[in-house]
């Protein structure tokens, strides 16, 4: 059973920084394309980055990008989301998921497995 935990939510002003943090375990961590998605209270669920399993190409939502860089190390089985730039709009329960369908992918149903979600919140 995969299991993933994500961690280093909280509460920012607007143009504040976190990082967030995805540990994988239960398997082999580079066997999955990992995604970053999040949901605010009403709406649904979006995508907001993807890498592969061990290339590093990125994905990124238009509305993240240039903003949000997504990384990963294979031997902490460990995936990263570095936000720069937070706006009140990106408050939402973030989620990271695992998947071995395809090289990488912005697609939810894609996705296998998912962690529990961390919260960030963005004050204006």
């Known amino acids: 059973q995969v299991q993933l935990v994500e961690s280093g939510g909280g509460l920012v002003q607007a143009g504040g920084s976190l990082r967030l943090s995805c540990v994988v375990s239960g398997r082999t961590f580079s066997s999955y394309a990992m995604g970053w998605f999040r949901q605010a209270p009403g709406k649904e669920r979006e995508f907001v980055s993807a890498?592969?399993?061990?290339?590093?190409?990125?994905l990124y939502a238009d509305s993240v990008q240039g903003r949000f860089t997504v990384s990963r190390d294979n031997a902490k089985s460990t995936l990263y989301l570095q936000m720069n730039n937070l706006q009140p709009e990106d408050s939402a329960l973030y989620y990271c998921?695992?998947?071995?369908?395809?090289?990488?992918?912005?697609?939810?149903?894609?996705?296998?497995?998912w962690g529990q979600g961390t919260q960030v919140t963005v004050s204006s």
């Open positions: 890498i592969t399993r061990s290339t590093y190409t990125t």
């Open positions: 998921a695992a998947q071995d369908l395809a090289p990488i992918s912005r697609w939810s149903r894609d996705y296998s497995y």
